[in-house]
């Protein structure tokens, strides 16, 4: 097995900001893997809310958990996380998870175990990888790099027509913008731009449009690459 990834496309951006969707939809496009890192860490915050109730564990407690319980298994179209041997996609995305899921995100073991199951999916075909810092330390070299934000507003309307599937009142949008703005604070040591990153706001633009800009891109940088090697 190659120790190289063998092409990454890292797409990187705050809570909300369309991640995971876009990039499952640019790898459709592309014919590639995607690899939701994010759910990595929710994988790893159900096991250990499975193993013990209530948010009194130790770093050590989460790490020696997930990596007993969790694997991440590749399927036609990407690579999705087991716990104990199970798809528990419902599980992961449940409000005990959210919950919980930023204060595992920030255990410097546990991000590092995340990183190198990524590490090692892209070693195995090439990918589509979504979450934070992605471009910046797990993928340094990444052959396209994507930085997606857009505002907090626009954001939470999104998650809460995603959560609910109806038109949110401004109430309701104005209450998950707080939540947004505060989880933002909270991983910001995690959600940096890399300094080579194509910055794209996603603020009026549509999902579509998103997915055809950055797949534009990843074949002006094949096509480049190809010209090289030829040349």
């Known amino acids: 097995m190659s120790e ?3 092409f990454v496309i890292a797409i990187d951006g ?6 995971s969707s876009t990039a499952q939809w640019v790898a ?3 014919g590639l893997r995607h690899v939701d890192s994010g759910s990595l860490y929710r994988a790893a915050t159900a096991a250990i809310v499975r193993k013990a109730k209530g948010s009194d564990w130790t770093e050590a407690d ?6 007993a319980s969790v694997k991440l298994v590749p399927t036609p179209r990407g690579f999705v996380p087991h716990i104990d041997g199970q798809p528990a996609e419902d599980e992961i995305r449940g409000s005990s998870v959210t919950q919980n899921v930023s204060t595992v995100a920030s255990m410097q073991t546990v ?7 990524v590490r090692l999916a892209a070693r195995t075909s090439p990918v589509v990888v979504d979450g934070r810092d992605i471009g910046t330390t797990v993928f340094p070299d990444a052959a396209v790099k994507i930085f997606l934000v857009a505002d907090p507003w626009e954001r ?7 959560r609910h599937q109806r038109a949110p009142s401004d109430q309701e949008i104005a209450e998950e913008t707080d939540l947004l703005v505060h989880r933002d604070a909270k991983d910001a040591q995690q959600s940096q731009q890399a300094p080579d990153a194509i910055l794209l706001d996603t603020t009026y633009l549509t999902q579509e449009e998103q997915v055809d800009r950055i797949v534009a891109l990843a074949n002006a940088v094949t096509h480049r690459g190809d010209d090289t090697s030829t040349g």
């Not at 989460?62 to 990596?67: C, F, K, S």
């Open 4 to 6: 190289r990834p063998l």
């Open 14 to 19: 705050p809570a909300a900001s369309g991640k």
């Open 28 to 30: 459709e496009r592309l």
């Open 62 to 67: 989460v790490l020696e958990t997930a990596r």
């Open 111 to 117: 991000r590092a175990w995340v990183n190198e199951q």
């Open 156 to 162: 939470a309307r999104r998650r809460l027509v995603q």
